[in-house]
């Protein structure tokens, strides 16, 4: 399933948010982050795909109030922690309630460089 999404976020699908760290300090521009939150396939995702040979992408969300979704892969958790190594792409897929969801969190994103 993420393999769809994932083409579905590289082709620019309805509704897909993108986020550059070109401006992020240190500047990542080979970094792109995608957020899908309100697929009419019922499942929601955020996809992080890493172009670099020599940074790596990490990321922590940690919801105080996640209803209506679940994290796929881990149902019960109301938290995420995702790395990206350099030439990689990684995706959390979310799936949503028939009766609408709501949320609210917290998030950090780390970029570091990384020794070849």
Do not use: W
């Amino acid at each position: 399933m993420s393999k769809a999404f994932i083409s579905k976020a590289q082709k620019g699908g309805d509704g897909i948010e993108v986020h550059d760290y070109k401006k992020h300090d240190p500047p990542a521009p080979l970094i792109t982050k995608y957020v899908c939150g309100d697929a009419p396939e019922g499942y929601n995702f955020t996809i992080v795909e890493n172009k670099s040979t020599d940074q790596k992408f990490k990321e922590t969300m940690e919801y105080s109030t996640l209803d209506g979704l679940k994290i796929l892969g881990d149902e019960e958790s109301k938290k995420y922690n995702l790395t990206v190594e350099p030439n990689d792409t990684k995706c959390i897929i979310f799936e949503a309630g028939f009766d609408g969801f709501g949320t609210q969190g917290r998030s950090g994103t780390q970029i570091t460089s990384v020794k070849n």
